[in-house]
């Protein structure tokens, strides 16, 4: 196994979204049947802490799986925000004097009621 820097990704790669998605369903059924289990069930002790165990492992997965998808996400916006190639637009100069040729318009009667 080789460690890779500074390449890209390849989404095609690593897990997707759907793997994610089963991942984070399985460990809010698992957190949720917990205190169930405990308070309405009352099931063993030794079973509650197993599937807190199961649920604990889960809970790693699902953070490499979204680290990797983040990644490849943020890395995909980042190659499209590049700098475009050319020459760069005209140099606008902002001033705060108005030009000297400008005059004040004429008032008029727009908007008013007749």
Do not use: H, Y
Request: glycine fraction near 8%; charged fraction near 20%.
């Amino acid at each position: 196994m080789s460690i890779r820097t500074n390449e890209e990704l390849d989404p095609n790669e690593g897990p997707g979204f759907g793997c994610f998605v089963w991942q984070a369903i399985l460990f809010a059924g698992l957190l949720f049947l917990i205190p169930i289990g405990l308070f309405t069930f009352n099931w063993p002790v030794w079973l509650l802490v197993v599937l807190l165990l199961v649920d604990m492992v889960l809970l790693f997965f699902i953070s490499m799986t979204s680290v990797f998808l983040l990644r490849v996400f943020f890395a995909d916006r980042r190659r499209r925000r590049g700098r475009t190639i050319g020459a760069a637009g005209p140099t606008r100069v902002i001033s705060t004097k108005p030009p000297p040729e400008t005059e004040p318009d004429a008032p008029t009667n727009e908007g008013e009621a007749e």
